[in-house]
């Protein structure tokens, strides 16, 4: 143990490392300002990693390579020139799933039903991010959408019932934007419904928030993304 400390120490102490927060030369700092003028970027320094780069933005730090051609921010590595958030792409195909196991069958179907596009949507009827969701989807075509009603009623004590009210409703889909967009209150359902059988699911899949979006090819992703962006992660570009 004690030879391992003195190692430690002999590497943190070696000059042979980059010294941190060294000034860059001027073509350096030139190059990487110029790949990313988004950025009001005060300062170009050297990181403790050899081949990386402290960019200081005001109160804030970024990192990025010697020609500014990736950024790293908030843990994530960001190509600067298509803007694709290279992290995030790399842990949707880690998390990928089968589409085969999701229960179609307990899905409310929309869209266009001939699309080759497919999106699987589990959402939460007073969830206000699903709800924006909902008017994206409104504006979205080509893309044939499967809804998973998953009532987080720890958050939204409400939104079970509604989701029952939801699904018993003669149309299914026109009663759920009735519900989250206008703001209406169904009556109380009277039918069984596959609430927990699709929150089983959401369980295994790890999904424990709302909207969790599924494209056709088994990517995952949360939150909530405009129409168009939504179509283009559909397609994977």
Request: glycine share 6%.
């Amino acid at each position: 143990m004690r030879i391992f400390l003195l190692t430690i120490a002999m590497l943190f102490s070696s000059p042979a490392l980059a010294t941190p927060g060294a000034e860059v030369d001027k073509s350096t700092a030139d190059n990487i300002k110029k790949a990313v003028p988004s950025l009001a970027i005060d300062a170009v320094r050297k990181s403790p990693i050899k081949g990386l780069y402290e960019l200081q933005v005001g109160r804030t730090i970024f990192y990025s390579d010697k020609n500014g051609k990736h950024l790293i921010s908030g843990g994530h590595i960001f190509e600067t020139t298509s803007h694709h958030d290279l992290t995030r792409e790399r842990l949707e195909e880690l998390n990928r799933i089968d589409w085969s196991i999701l229960p179609l069958d307990k899905a409310i179907v929309s869209g266009d039903k001939n699309a080759q596009l497919k999106l699987a949507v589990f959402t939460d009827p007073d969830c206000p991010y699903c709800k924006k969701l909902e008017e994206e989807l409104k504006n979205m075509s080509g893309v044939k959408v499967y809804t998973f009603l998953y009532p987080l009623v720890q958050l939204h004590p409400q939104a079970r019932a509604k989701s029952e009210a939801i699904w018993c409703s003669k149309d299914q889909h026109d009663m759920m934007l009735k519900v989250m967009i206008d703001k209406f209150i169904p009556e109380k359902a009277t039918c069984a419904t596959p609430l927990d059988d699709i929150a089983a699911i959401a369980k295994k899949l790890n999904i424990s928030g709302t909207p969790t979006m599924i494209a056709g090819d088994g990517r995952i992703a949360s939150g909530g993304k405009d129409a168009a962006a939504l179509k283009a992660w559909l397609e994977n570009r």
